[in-house]
């Protein structure tokens, strides 16, 4: 099993960056998606998820209305845009599958928000 996040980088307050996971190694579309993010001295928490087929999301209220979760099952991919994004938003951004054989996550990818 492989996911291999992308897109992360630095940008301004108020600016947007649109995040990729391709998995690899397991049956996508029988997987939940999530993305979770880990700052400096804080616990990873849960940003968003995503169900089998992406026809459900479900966010932190953190993130609501800014962020969205798609799956895309036929690259294998799933994607979480980011708009207006804060300082506090800063973070390093993971990937992670929930399938059948366990739990898996990627490396992560860092986003810092600042002027």
């Known amino acids: 099993v492989q996911l291999v996040e992308s897109g992360g980088g630095l940008v301004q307050p108020g600016g947007s960056l649109r995040l990729s996971c391709a998995a690899s190694?397991?049956?996508?579309?029988?997987?939940?998606m999530s993305w979770h993010r880990q700052a400096p001295g804080k616990e990873r928490e849960l940003v968003a998820i995503?169900?089998?087929?992406?026809?459900?999301?479900n966010y932190a209220d953190f993130v609501r209305g800014r962020f969205t979760m798609s799956k895309d099952n036929a690259k294998n991919t799933v994607y979480l845009q980011m708009n207006s994004l804060k300082p506090e938003d800063t973070a390093r951004y993971y990937c992670?599958?929930?399938?059948?054989?366990?739990?898996?996550w990627g490396q992560g990818t860092q986003v810092t928000v600042s002027s």
């Open positions: 995503i169900n089998r087929v992406g026809g459900y999301t």
């Open positions: 992670n599958a929930q399938y059948a054989t366990g739990d898996y």
């Open positions: 190694g397991f049956t996508f579309s029988s997987a939940y």
